[in-house]
């Protein structure tokens, strides 16, 4: 999991792991249906959304 909320505070370009990092990788954890692939296909849908 840890792993997980370092790419989203990395594509955040934050300095380090909040509550909201950690909610979001618990989020797509509980959705990983395909693996860690699959789960980091959907993290950076999630992240290329919330840029614009």
Known sequence: MTKASRIIVDLEQS???NG?????TIQYRSLDCE???GQIINLLKYMI???Y
């Open 49 to 51: 959304c919330k840029c």
């Open 20 to 24: 909201n990092h950690i909610s979001v």
């Open 15 to 17: 300095e380090s792991i």
């Open 35 to 37: 693996g860690w692939l």
